[in-house]
């Protein structure tokens, strides 16, 4: 397929699209309002609209390899700091997928590139859950640290400023945990779902500086 297939195919898109709704367009245009985040892996295979069937418009999407946060990747914090108090967002997911390259390079030893430095730390969940992981056969291990890597990011997510302020003011927020299946194209929820700063350890909960300086309690 070529660059003007691909052109051809827009063409016949938009021209579906007003077909439905002769309004589609002008409407998409006036705002921008979704309810929901979506942090996925890049994997072509996972379109993220799609798979869980919302238009666009409806779902702010953030995708890197491997779903991974990281606090100081700017781009993925200014993502989710728009998506939280501006676009208002109640619900950001963190959706992983089964079979993973970057889960799968991860265990390996061979250099790859740049991305070697981003796949470092999939290699730090693997350390913290080795005793688990080992025993698996290498699917098995591969599709059980997709699970572990999704459930980390989510953490990862609830630890930061943005969420717990987000709290802090009343916001009804909830951070989740879902993985899909490339092979029968089902989403699974993997239970991790946080919606509030105290189901975080004390030593991650940070709050805003005024008169004096709480404490850090180690529990």
Aim: glycine fraction near 6%; include cysteine.
């Amino acid at each position: 397929m070529s660059l003007s297939d691909l052109m051809n195919n827009n063409r016949q898109w938009a021209k579906l699209r007003l077909e439905q709704d002769e309004n589609f367009f002008k409407d998409l245009a006036k705002q921008q309002t979704p309810r929901y985040l979506w942090v996925g892996c890049s994997d072509s295979r996972v379109p993220a609209n799609e798979i869980v069937g919302l238009a666009p418009g409806e779902l702010f999407v953030h995708r890197n390899i491997a779903n991974i946060v990281i606090h100081t990747d700017f781009n993925c914090m200014s993502v989710i700091q728009f998506a939280i108090e501006v676009l208002k967002v109640q619900h950001v997911i963190v959706c992983g997928h089964y079979g993973c390259g970057g889960v799968r390079a991860s265990l390996e030893n061979d250099e790859v590139g740049l991305v070697d430095s981003w796949l470092r730390n999939l290699r730090d969940i693997y350390f913290h859950h080795q005793e688990e992981l080992t025993s698996l056969k290498k699917d098995d291990c591969v599709n059980r640290l997709c699970e572990l890597n999704v459930k980390t990011q989510v953490f990862n997510i609830a630890k930061t400023k943005i969420a717990q302020h987000a709290w802090d003011r009343g916001k009804s927020l909830s951070i989740h945990g879902w993985i899909y299946s490339i092979e029968d194209g089902l989403i699974k929820d993997l239970g991790v779902t946080q919606s509030s700063r105290e189901q975080l350890h004390n030593i991650y909960q940070l709050f805003e500086t005024t008169s004096s300086t709480r404490p850090v309690v180690v529990r």
